[in-house]
């Protein structure tokens, strides 16, 4: 049975008036090295697209060419005709010329609409990938305007990268003129890159505009070997308000869709985390 997440909207007569109910599911996902070899692989694939089903905005890490990303939106409209996905994709980020990424946004295109995206322009340095930022309007959360910014850091550069995203922070949304926003993706926020003490210092956490949702005692890898909260959502403004109770956690496919290790860490070493926004 082909697996969707398409917001039903249930509408119910009460006195004359029309209640709508529909919460808006998101994502960051770390697949890690995502290759045109990777989406041409049939059972990485068909495990890569049931996780991406079930959200309205997920963000891809670690993209590694822009013919893997559009050949995997293709392949996962294939089976979501009715309800398709876009996407953004940032410019290529990194130091080394041998290796660099970028950042995707895949999102439902009945569901939100792409309002503007901003590329945080890094004059200084101190981000390896720099944060990409994208303006979305909603039809199904409130607030109905928000960012969506997101981060990948260099593991030994995390405690100066994510101090420097508050300005970053600042930058975005002065530019994009909002300051609801939700930061994302793999922040390496734990274990050797991150310790607790460095965690609670750092401006990122100290500073009251933003809230972590992800708590660090949850596992966000693969591996039976590692125990840490690398991926996290950071929450701005009313964005936070607006968070679904309890929703904001890991999705273990791996558990959920009774795979081996072996089929799972063939997709990523990550295991993508997800919220939702109420209407």
Known sequence: MKQTTMCFRFVLLVSMATVVTCNLKIASFNIKWLSVNKVSNNNTIAIIKKVLQRYDIISVIEVRGDHAIHDLVQALNMDNRDDPFGVVVSKKLGRNVHYTESYAILFRMNHVF????????????????????????????????????????????????????????????NVL????????GDLNADCRYLSHTRHDHNLLYTDNRFTWLIDSDVDTTVATTSDCAYDRFIVTGNVKNSVVPNSPRVYNFQQDMHLTYNETI??????????????
């Not at 997709?267 to 926004?277: A, G, N, Q, Y």
């Open 114 to 173: 792409v309002q503007e995206v901003h590329q945080f322009p890094d004059h200084y340095d101190v981000f390896a990938r720099e944060p990409y930022a994208v303006l979305f309007h909603s039809l199904d959360s409130s607030p109905a305007n928000f960012l969506y910014i997101v981060l990948h850091t260099q593991p030994t550069d995390t405690p100066a990268e994510l101090e420097h995203m508050v300005s970053a922070y600042e930058n975005i949304t």
């Open 177 to 184: 003129g909002i300051q609801d926003a939700i930061i994302a």
């Open 266 to 279: 063939a997709v990523s070493d990550h295991f993508p985390i997800e919220m939702e926004l109420s209407s």
